[in-house]
């Protein structure tokens, strides 16, 4: 039987979403954090910390923009060797989108409130790093450092960023003003929060697939992910055809390339995504992973 291949777009799909979630950090920076003088989160905040220091000294307008792209440079390198290449590249290209249209969007007041501009300003901001984080990349800067971390402690990406961003509060309270420094941590609160609704990696679901191409979908699962499967015979209620339902556990992280790599060799087959409270028995770290991946390349050679 011939199986409809299923062929979307993957590297077309994943630039859109890195020029909108560089949009939307963008916007929340113009329009929102800049002018109440509230900062972002990572990089960005200490790219609007450095551009706000600099400007007497250096008689420049805001240039946030500029320098959000300069110090993701070292960040960049470190991702290339710790989360590897493909990471690394979307992530790269989400700050290099994000600082085009900080350069390009002119700052814009629309509210005079700065706990209003907080709150939106970082609610924007989540949905551009939860996106971004959701199709497997970061919007670069201290999300680098962040997912390092949380590969290392399987804890919320989200609480990890809240912990790298101290430093912006404590400079901003005593380099600009302390009022500041309390609504960017209203913004930073919001944006964690955000970030944890929209990507949950932490959390663990189960896929249940039904598929007529049992020993296809497998292989096609295995070559991105090493998850147990449990098989067991199924039959169509309506059809009346016999088929296999795959059983899953995963994380929300892993979902997307779950997804991918079974409807790449099966178009009809049906995934049904249900909530898994706890795991108890071996379930495997990304890095765990990659090293299985790793000694299995090599007995292969």
């Known amino acids: 039987m011939k199986i409809t291949t299923y062929q979307p777009n993957d590297m077309l799909k994943r630039i859109m979403v890195a020029l909108i979630a560089g949009l939307l950090a963008a916007v929340a920076l113009n329009f929102f954090l800049i002018p109440a003088k509230v900062f ?22 805001d240039i946030t923009g500029w320098l959000i792209l300069l110090f993701n440079i070292p960040l960049g390198i470190l991702g290339w060797f710790k989360l590897g290449r493909e990471f690394t590249f979307y992530s790269i290209l989400t700050a290099i989108f994000l ?9 814009h007041t629309f509210s005079t409130n700065p706990l209003m501009n907080g709150i939106f300003g970082g609610v924007l901001t989540g949905l551009g790093v939860g996106l971004a984080l959701r199709y497997g990349f970061s919007t670069g800067g201290f999300d680098i450092i962040s997912l390092v971390l949380a590969k290392t402690t399987g804890k919320a990406v989200g609480s990890l960023m809240f912990l790298t961003n101290l430093a ?37 679901i189960t896929a249940m697939i039904v598929t007529s191409h049992a020993d296809e979908v497998i292989a096609a699962i295995n070559e991105q992910l090493i998850r147990g499967i449990t098989v067991t015979n199924s039959w169509g209620g309506y059809t ?9 556990v995963i994380t929300r992280y892993e979902l997307y390339d779950l997804t991918q790599a079974t409807l790449s060799v099966d178009s009809t087959a049906f995934i049904n995504i249900m909530n898994t409270i706890d795991v108890v028995g071996e379930f495997l770290t990304n890095d765990q992973q990659a090293e299985r991946k790793r000694l299995m390349q090599t007995d292969k050679q």
């Open 40 to 61: 972002q989160a990572g990089l960005s905040g200490v790219s609007q910390l450095t551009s706000l220091l600099l400007q007497p000294v250096l008689h420049t307008g």
């Open 99 to 107: 600082s085009i249209f900080t350069v390009i969007i002119p700052v």
């Open 240 to 248: 009346k055809q016999q088929n296999n339902t795959l059983w899953i």
């Open 168 to 204: 912006i509060i404590l400079v901003a309270g005593f380099a600009i003003q302390w009022e500041s420094a309390l609504y960017t941590i209203i913004s930073i609160y919001c944006m964690t929060r955000v970030v944890d609704s929209v990507h949950t990696s932490h959390q663990k």
